[in-house]
């Protein structure tokens, strides 16, 4: 059962401040459009449709990387359903920048959490219609097996504000990431956050927008995104 409060703790990681909020993959919640099927967009909307239900939200963080209109670009799954398909394309910007990857949660109890190349996903059986309860594509894949992607150079001065992501601890446990306001951080040094983290395997989602609210007393009012992730009482 989830906690009244969901714990978030500062990481320092090569001179770089982050926010890190570890989860079990059973409290996540993936969100996208609303009942009406019109998207989301914001923290505040999120907030309202669960009130609606009863429910509190404890922790928010956009999913990924979207196409005008708050339209992910590539696979989305939620409550089982695949509502995007996967986006093996090739193009310009971080989504694309390969190998990219995806995020997901088996169906079951309790569900299994992982990251996956993307093409290795279209492989697998975990890429079946109603095998997964939730999943996001997004790129660059930040790590694999431990190995930074190939792309990254360490002291690279491409850096950017509030670069977040997700991956997955040694002990199961979904780790969010995100940088703290004002700091910037370059690929190398992200993915590293993730090593220093005890991942093996992490995601990018997204940059200088991105934003993550925990444990908010009242609406959070903010960016405009595609997916989000969810944790509620």
Same mark, same amino acid.
């Given at each position: 059962?989830?906690?009244?409060?969901?714990?978030?703790?500062?990481?320092?990681?090569?001179?770089?401040?982050?926010?890190?909020?570890?989860?079990?993959?059973?409290?996540?919640?993936?969100?996208?459009?609303?009942?009406?099927?019109?998207?989301?967009?914001?923290?505040?909307?999120?907030?309202?449709?669960?009130?609606?239900?009863?429910?509190?939200?404890?922790?928010?963080?956009?999913?990924?990387?979207?196409?005008?209109?708050?339209?992910?670009?590539?696979?989305?799954?939620?409550?089982?359903?695949?509502?995007?398909?996967?986006?093996?394309?090739?193009?310009?910007? %971080?989504?694309? $920048?390969?190998? +990219? /990857? &995806?995020?997901?949660?088996?169906? !079951? #109890?309790?569900?299994?959490?992982?990251?996956?190349?993307?093409?290795?996903?279209?492989?697998?059986?975990?890429?079946?219609?109603?095998?997964?309860?939730?999943?996001?594509?997004?790129?660059?894949?930040?790590?694999?097996?431990?190995?930074?992607?190939?792309?990254?150079?360490?002291?690279?001065? %491409?850096?950017? $504000?509030?670069? +977040? /992501? &997700?991956?997955?601890?040694?002990? !199961? #446990?979904?780790?969010?990431?995100?940088?703290?306001?004002?700091?910037?951080?370059?690929?190398?040094?992200?993915?590293?956050?993730?090593?220093?983290?005890?991942?093996?395997?992490?995601?990018?989602?997204?940059?200088?927008?991105?934003?993550?609210?925990?444990?908010?007393?009242?609406?959070?009012?903010?960016?405009?995104?595609?997916?989000?992730? &969810?944790?509620?009482?």
């Amino acid at each position: 059962m989830l906690a009244a409060e969901v714990k978030e703790e500062a990481v320092t990681h090569a001179g770089v401040t982050f926010r890190v909020v570890k989860l079990e993959p059973r409290d996540i919640e993936l969100v996208w459009k609303d009942p009406q099927g019109e998207p989301y967009r914001t923290f505040d909307r999120v907030q309202a449709a669960y009130a609606a239900q009863g429910r509190k939200v404890k922790f928010l963080m956009n999913a990924g990387i979207f196409e005008p209109g708050g339209v992910p670009s590539g696979l989305h799954v939620e409550k089982g359903k695949s509502l995007k398909p996967l986006n093996l394309a090739d193009a310009e910007g %971080n989504f694309f $920048l390969k190998p +990219n /990857g &995806v995020f997901g949660v088996e169906k !079951g #109890k309790p569900g299994k959490a992982f990251v996956m190349e993307s093409k290795a996903f279209a492989k697998d059986p975990k890429s079946k219609e109603g095998a997964l309860e939730l999943a996001i594509q997004g790129g660059p894949l930040l790590l694999s097996g431990g190995v930074r992607h190939p792309k990254f150079t360490n002291g690279s001065p %491409n850096k950017k $504000l509030l670069r +977040n /992501g &997700v991956g997955l601890d040694a002990e !199961g #446990k979904v780790v969010f990431v995100i940088a703290a306001a004002g700091q910037e951080v370059n690929f190398w040094d992200f993915a590293g956050v993730f090593l220093a983290l005890g991942c093996q395997d992490a995601l990018y989602l997204d940059g200088d927008i991105s934003h993550m609210s925990v444990n908010p007393a009242g609406p959070v009012v903010g960016n405009r995104f595609g997916a989000m992730f &969810v944790v509620a009482e």
